[in-house]
């Protein structure tokens, strides 16, 4: 590529390209971050908290723990955990090992479980004892032999810890009764560990880090190979465009990509205190931790400022530290930004990323005053071109499928050569299968996914522009569009709606897309539902809608 003209568009001081020659691996940039951020709080869950000294020392015990087992290089650690300090450790003690991180879904079931340790060969699991009686349930998984049970009190100290369990186990019950054979305690495993060795094993940033299981472009599961080298990029990446700051939330899920990198791994590297809500959908606890923790920077997905604009409690916060709230994971929409800064007074500043991505590839300028509708700029040393059917770039302001080169791509998917040579161009341009075009000054716009783009008498619809105008109208909260057959038109729009008021009827809803849509993207079909089916991150399912149609 010869002309980027988002390079002309940067904010003053931004770099075109960024260097990660400071650095030998991941491994290499987490500890010199605990070494220097040794005296913050690194996380703070249930309202204890944990310094950076003490996540050094703690995910040194586990890495400690992971050798003595004598694993083969390269060895796979699943992490199926909800947003707790022992993630944290978990995390950065697998790497330090030598191992490689492969996240897991904890509200999996036996049958998803089974598929992702089969496929990923994972030796060691530690599991949050909530979901300890799923695991119990797989089998035929080989090389699963170590399994560590993280309790809920654990990390907490010695009191509240037995508290936590207590009120988890018999008063909230969210702990079934499970029976794993040789599972080994968190809490007896640091223990244990302290009196074992440590050689620091060899690491470079061509190194596999992180399995991160994604449906990618096809929907099958299969495990973006993100390499040190990638993700110590995306993280420098991030740190051109982020502000800094102290206190972050982490609602979104660690075992996603979006949190674990642009959360976990970036609130470490830049000493930040990282404060865990354990469930997302849990609005009450985040108003709590807001009012206890002034927040400065607040990543969150559409769904989720959404549902905290329902919380009356939330809209009663004080937002004078609030600096970046930052979006992703799936379309903004413009109705959810507007009300957003009318509460908070801070703009949503969306981005776009994917797994195979580490995961972010464009965000607009943080010192941005408004929603823009679009994803942003490439990072440095991004590149993103459109391109049309036959693979070739089209001009500015024409639709196409989204393009990115640059050193956050994946190496590949992991042990899918096929389905790697599908997505991965010899050019080294990863195939997103989104659908988007880029303006005359660099900025991307997304118009949908292109599995989900819904052709109605040859005209191309996207779902996202249809739901971003229903979800303007007053009585409705959120809403899901996907594409039926249909005798005469190939395809017809069909709508779920979940309303905000009981008097919403279809006519309403087909009359106000009438007004605002041509003829052929209006709903030919609208159910009301009461929820939207999500995924961990809070993104709408349209691929469960349609198969549940």
Request: hydrophobic share 45%.
């Amino acid at each position: 590529m010869t002309h980027k003209p988002w390079h002309e568009s940067y904010p003053e001081g931004m770099p075109a390209q960024i260097d990660t020659g400071g650095y030998d691996s991941l491994v290499d940039l987490l500890d010199q971050a605990c070494k220097k951020h040794a005296r913050r709080v690194a996380s703070v869950s249930f309202d204890v908290s944990i310094r950076y000294a003490e996540l050094d020392r703690d995910a040194l015990l586990f890495a400690k723990w992971l050798q003595s087992l004598d694993l083969p290089r390269g060895f796979r650690v699943a992490l199926m955990m909800p947003n707790v300090s022992a993630y944290m450790v978990a995390l950065l003690g697998t790497l330090r090992a030598g191992g490689v991180v492969v996240n897991v879904n904890p509200l999996y079931t036996p049958r998803e479980l089974q598929l992702q340790m089969k496929d990923s060969g994972a030796s060691v699991i530690v599991v949050f004892e909530s979901f300890a009686h799923v695991l119990q349930k797989i089998e035929g998984c080989d090389a699963l032999v170590h399994r560590v049970v993280v309790a809920p009190g654990d990390m907490l100290g010695a009191l509240k810890g037995v508290m936590v369990n207590f009120v988890a186990r018999f008063v909230k019950k969210i702990v079934p009764t499970w029976h794993l054979a040789g599972a080994l305690r968190w809490g007896k495993l640091l223990k244990r560990a302290q009196a074992l060795p440590w050689e620091p094993p060899e690491l470079s940033l061509s190194d596999l880090a992180v399995l991160q299981y994604t449906g990618g472009t096809t929907g099958i599961p299969k495990g973006a190979m993100l390499t040190h080298g990638n993700l110590v990029a995306n993280i420098l990446q991030i740190h051109q465009v982020a502000l800094p700051a102290l206190r972050h939330v982490i609602a979104l899920p660690l075992y996603h990509v979006f949190a674990m990198t642009l959360c976990a791994l970036y609130g470490m590297h830049t000493g930040m205190k990282n404060l865990l809500v354990i469930n997302p959908r849990d609005r009450k606890a985040i108003v709590h931790i807001w009012r206890k923790h002034p927040v400065n920077i607040f990543p969150g997905v559409n769904t989720l400022f959404n549902s905290l604009l329902q919380e009356p409690e939330f809209t009663r916060l004080d937002f004078s530290a609030l600096r970046l709230v930052f979006g992703g994971g799936m379309a903004l929409q413009p109705t959810v930004a507007e009300q957003w800064a009318k509460v908070t007074g801070r703009p949503l500043i969306e981005g776009y990323g994917l797994s195979e991505c580490s995961p972010v590839v464009s965000a607009n300028p943080t010192n941005g005053q408004f929603f823009s509708g679009s994803v942003g700029l490439p990072l440095p040393s991004t590149d993103i071109v459109i391109l049309d059917p036959q693979g070739q770039a089209v001009a500015c302001g024409i639709h196409g499928e989204i393009a990115v080169r640059g050193p956050q791509v994946m190496s590949g998917y992991w042990q899918a050569p096929s389905e790697t040579l599908q997505a991965l161009r010899p050019d080294g341009f990863f195939l997103t299968g989104d659908i988007g075009w880029m303006d005359e000054k660099g900025f991307v716009f997304i118009a949908d996914r292109k599995k989900d783009m819904i052709l109605v008498s040859g005209f191309n619809v996207y779902p996202s522009e249809i739901e971003a105008v229903v979800t303007e109208h007053a009585d409705v909260v959120e809403c899901a569009a996907i594409g039926m057959p249909d005798e005469h038109s190939g395809e017809a729009v069909k709508l779920f709606v979940v309303k905000k008021s009981p008097e919403l009827t279809e006519l309403d809803i087909i009359e106000w897309c009438m007004l605002q849509l041509a003829r052929y993207k209006c709903p030919r079909t609208i159910v009301f539902c009461e929820e939207l089916p999500k995924s961990n991150v809070g993104k709408v399912l349209r691929r469960a809608l349609r198969r549940h149609e």
